[in-house]
């Protein structure tokens, strides 16, 4: 359970950290569009400024996004069975979509200024599924070598 605990606050982890940075990335680029210069140091103290200042609240929505999602998938495996790590990639495909959209729907604004394009909400969607995937691979390997080590002890 604690292993769990642990993939998933780093995966949420990754999956933040690289929201963060491709959202960052296409605002920039669509600054570059104008003709304006963006330099090297600009794009780095922005990233870091974004992952200071929007960090933490992309956070919370990415973990409660996935958290929901997880526990669905989960239980869809457990009970309808199919791919375990499909069911993770879908969650992830899907939990962060809904959440922007949800809170798009809700409040009349969108968090991150690149997801207000397809393109920016695909990226940060795959950011998503790798985090997701990431989260799948991991714990099924945690899982399968804690079930071999429990095997060897009782030999």
Same mark, same amino acid.
């Given at each position: ?11 949420? *982890?990754? $999956?933040? *950290?690289?929201?963060?940075?491709? #959202? ?5 680029? =669509? ?9 090297? &140091?600009?794009? *780095?103290?922005?990233?870091? =400024? =974004?992952l200071i200042g929007l960090g933490p609240v992309l956070y919370i929505l990415i973990t409660s996004g996935f958290l929901i999602g997880f526990i669905i998938a989960k239980y869809a495996h @457990? +009970? ?7 069911? +993770?990639? $879908? ?9 922007? +959209?949800?809170?798009? +729907? ?32 991991? #714990? ?10 429990? @095997?060897? &002890?009782? @030999?």
């Amino acid at each position: 359970m604690f292993k769990t605990i642990v993939l998933f606050i780093f995966t949420t *982890l990754i $999956a933040t *950290l690289l929201v963060c940075i491709f #959202s960052t990335q296409i605002v920039l680029a =669509d600054v570059q569009s104008f003709g304006l210069n963006v330099s090297h &140091d600009v794009r *780095l103290n922005t990233t870091l =400024d =974004d992952l200071i200042g929007l960090g933490p609240v992309l956070y919370i929505l990415i973990t409660s996004g996935f958290l929901i999602g997880f526990i669905i998938a989960k239980y869809a495996h @457990k +009970y309808l069975g199919g791919n375990r790590t499909l069911w +993770y990639v $879908a969650a992830g495909c899907t939990t962060f979509p809904l959440t922007t +959209y949800i809170i798009q +729907y809700s409040m009349g604004l969108t968090i991150l200024a690149a997801v207000r394009t397809p393109m920016g909400l695909f990226l940060a969607t795959l950011c998503c599924i790798f985090s997701a995937w990431l989260f799948a691979f991991l #714990s099924s390997r945690s899982h399968i070598h804690a079930n071999n080590l429990g @095997k060897q &002890d009782e @030999k």
